[in-house]
């Protein structure tokens, strides 16, 4: 006879199965052949995966800086990606199309084992903890959030985080504390912060209604609960410190603060998604019926007033406008329809605990075994329909195939002759791949616009964009449209643009300037290649320095006729000129010697004193050596990096060393140790110091 583990054990496994199933039979094989980008896989194409084949590509396992978005740009503190969250290395394991599927069916399949464990600690049966983990693992609230991994699998550690927050609640202690900082943790190293921060207001609010319903009175325990918390918000914090440390450094310098409530909820939920919490058909009644369970009723109340307050939040109401936009943090996020996501959670547990209920009054009627096999019919029941349910017809990179992403002529083109200097796409917002904002991250061309949500806003000021040409405004995201001539190309000479890569169809060629000339056309993408001979190099000498520190003058300087880009630079300091070399080169020049995410390696001749300009985002963290001698480096240009050198030949290196990241990643390395060896020792003590 197999114990109660063993059943809870083959039950998990069952969700797995169903979880594995489901992607395979209703995700992956409907989708027809020879079907383009939609506009709602397009993330999947244009963000997931260009990101995870830079994370884990050619370049490393998981450089902490891009230098293929924008004027560089760090790698690790957006609000997409988790690229430290382990599930997430798949994508250097597997091939990236591949491998983001498999993250998928994980992520449901944590969703689902997560919701089981949680009906097991309410004390609910097999098959009720089995419908209720198939209820949001399959539930289209869940399933529908694929199309952003990151998100989904913080949508994935809701159930942990309410079932420890559960246990804390019912009896407060450290080690919960301790626990529940680790679920946080977790969920904060997803990547996506968003749910991080819907997901605690939704745990919190039930958890209050708990504490309320169930008649729990201020005492000596309000303390031990107090600590708990305590603990459990400082291993949240020192648990991930290596994702929250760069993602505060990116915040702090982005254009994107505080939004509207308007720019919060740009789209309404379609009505679907609010039917969606419940299962379709009879299955909606037991979410009633659970009001019949007098020993949870206070956890029933609890999880109803959850979805209760979730839906108007979710679907930009009032209540939304008024009163949840206004709490910390709300208004940096997007798409309150993600609130739903808590809400799916608690509707799918509340029809576990009802699915209890009928099977408590059926046992009485018909005997234990009877109800447990209609029980058993019902959640088989359950799957079929979700099995049911209308299949997936949306391309998704699995289904593309590594061949899909490679590059294609005009890609390669750009590979061979574009070298350092970058590219401005100009795509066709018709056609959402492959000419698309994150082509430089896919295949490791440099490119001075991107996707990217904190986009820093030194980089927005020096293009001095108008509305007409930010198809974001008032936002702002990196992704610009800048025609073949105006004033803002004064800008982008400085940054190296040298080449234009062109959607045909689209016709930016019209009317090109003369110092313009078409370099490529690939007739099969549509794509056409421009060279911009005005361009400026990336990395440039440049022996006239103007001192300008104030900000605004200095950019007020840069966009002037008086300002000479090819002769002087503006720096932000007094510039201090090392000595000159014994003897001198008659001429200079610069030689790229390492270009890579992480460090910049030049090889520099001067006949006189000098300003060596490299135009990469200046950013904190980045280091210059000079002869292997650290160098100030200066900003340049308001937004680019500088060093002085004396007259001679030089070898300079730039090197990015972010103290976010040595702090960090220490910080979370030594929390996580002592947590391990906190733990062992705990059990040690438990079993007397016995194996």
């Known amino acids: 006879m197999l114990g109660p583990r063993a059943h809870a054990g083959l039950a998990s496994l069952l969700l797995v199965a169903a979880a594995i199933a489901y992607w395979q039979w209703r995700i992956l094989a409907p989708i027809p052949p020879g079907q383009d980008v939609s506009v709602l896989t397009q993330d999947l194409y244009t963000?997931?995966?260009?990101?995870?084949?830079?994370?884990?590509?050619?370049?490393?396992?998981?450089?902490?800086?891009?230098?293929?978005?924008?004027?560089?740009?760090?790698?690790?503190?957006?609000?997409?990606?988790?690229?430290?969250?382990?599930l997430n290395w798949l994508s250097w394991l597997l091939p990236v199309p591949e491998a983001l599927g498999w993250i998928c069916v994980a992520s449901l399949a944590l969703a689902g084992i997560g919701t089981f464990a949680c009906a097991r600690a309410l004390g609910l049966s097999l098959p009720a903890s089995v419908l209720g983990g198939a209820l949001f693992m399959l539930g289209q609230t869940l399933v529908f959030t694929h199309l952003q991994p990151s998100f989904l699998i913080g949508s994935a550690l809701?159930?942990?985080?309410?079932?420890?927050?559960?246990?804390?609640?019912?009896?407060?202690?450290?080690?919960?504390?301790?626990?529940?900082?680790?679920?946080?943790?977790?969920?904060?190293?997803?990547?996506?912060?968003?749910?991080?921060?819907?997901?605690?207001?939704?745990?919190?609010?039930?958890?209050?209604?708990?504490?309320?319903l169930s008649g729990w009175r201020p005492s000596r325990s309000w303390l031990r609960l107090a600590g708990a918390l305590a603990v459990a918000a400082g291993v949240t914090v020192l648990l991930a410190a290596a994702q929250i440390l760069p993602t505060a450094e990116v915040v702090s310098e982005a254009a994107r603060q505080s939004l509207t409530p308007a720019q919060a909820r740009p789209v309404e939920p379609p009505?679907?998604?609010?039917?969606?919490?419940?299962?379709?058909?009879?299955v909606a009644l037991f979410a009633v019926l659970a009001l019949f369970d007098r020993r949870r009723l206070a956890i029933v109340l609890a999880g109803i007033a959850l979805v209760a307050v979730a839906l108007p939040i979710g679907f930009g109401t009032r209540l939304f406008d008024d009163f949840f936009f206004h709490l910390p943090l709300v208004d940096r996020f997007r798409m309150p329809m993600r609130m739903l996501l808590p809400a799916a959670f608690a509707?799918?547990?509340?029809?576990?605990?009802?699915?209890?209920?009928?099977?408590?009054?059926?046992?009485?009627?018909?005997?234990?075994?009877v109800a447990a096999a209609c029980a058993w019919l019902l959640v088989l029941c359950t799957l079929a329909e979700r099995f049911a349910a209308n299949p997936n017809r949306l391309r998704i990179p699995q289904s593309s195939g590594e061949a899909y992403f490679e590059p294609k002529p005009f890609a390669h083109f750009l590979r061979e002759h574009a070298g350092p200097d970058r590219t401005l796409l100009i795509k066709n917002w018709g056609r959402r791949?492959?000419?698309?904002e994150k082509l430089g991250s896919l295949h490791g061309i440099h490119v001075v616009q991107d996707f990217e949500p904190l986009t820093s806003d030194r980089y927005r000021r020096f293009l001095g964009l108008p509305p007409w040409a930010n198809p974001d405004a008032p936002l702002f995201?990196?992704?610009?449209?800048?025609?073949?001539?105006?004033?803002q190309w004064r800008m982008l000479d400085l940054m190296a643009t040298r080449w234009v890569a062109a959607d045909l169809a689209v016709g930016w060629q019209t009317g090109l300037p003369p110092w313009f000339r078409e370099a490529f056309r690939d007739d099969e993408a549509r794509v056409g290649v421009w060279e911009n001979r005005r361009s400026r190099p990336r990395a440039a000498l440049l022996s006239?320095?103007?001192?300008?520190?104030?900000?605004?003058?200095?950019?007020?300087y840069l966009r002037s006729e008086r300002f000479q880009p090819r002769r002087e630079v503006v720096v932000d300091r007094t510039v201090v000129w090392p000595a000159n070399s014994i003897s001198a080169p008659t001429r200079s020049g610069v030689e790229?010697?390492?270009?890579?995410?992480?460090?910049?390696?030049?090889?520099?001749?001067?006949?006189?004193?000098?300003?060596?300009?490299?135009?990469?985002l200046f950013w904190p963290g980045w280091e210059v050596a000079v002869d292997g001698e650290p160098r100030p480096l200066l900003r340049a240009n308001y937004l680019f990096r500088g060093v002085a050198l004396g007259a001679g030949e030089h070898d300079v290196r730039f090197l990015y060393r972010p103290m976010s990241r040595r702090v960090g990643v220490a910080v979370s390395l030594l929390t996580g140790a002592g947590l391990v060896l906190w733990a062992v020792a705990r059990s040690l003590r438990s079993s007397g110091g016995k194996y």
């Open 271 to 282: 009505l679907g998604w609010g039917a969606a919490l419940f299962a379709a058909g009879p």
């Open 477 to 487: 995201w990196g992704r610009y449209v800048a025609p073949p001539a105006g004033a």
């Open 544 to 556: 006239g320095a103007v001192v300008i520190e104030d900000d605004d003058a200095a950019l007020e």
């Open 158 to 212: 809701i159930p942990l985080v309410f079932l420890l927050g559960g246990r804390l609640l019912a009896a407060p202690s450290l080690g919960r504390g301790a626990a529940l900082g680790v679920a946080l943790a977790l969920q904060v190293l997803s990547g996506h912060a968003q749910i991080v921060v819907y997901n605690a207001y939704a745990a919190g609010f039930a958890a209050l209604a708990w504490l309320l």
């Open 433 to 436: 791949f492959d000419l698309m």
């Open 347 to 369: 509707a799918a547990v509340l029809a576990a605990i009802g699915l209890d209920v009928a099977k408590g009054w059926l046992a009485r009627i018909g005997g234990a075994r």
């Open 47 to 86: 963000i997931y995966v260009p990101l995870h084949a830079f994370a884990f590509g050619a370049d490393g396992f998981l450089p902490w800086w891009n230098p293929y978005q924008l004027a560089g740009a760090p790698s690790v503190g957006s609000y997409n990606g988790g690229l430290l969250f382990p």
């Open 592 to 616: 790229w010697v390492r270009d890579a995410p992480e460090e910049v390696r030049l090889r520099v001749a001067t006949a006189r004193p000098a300003v060596l300009v490299l135009a990469d």
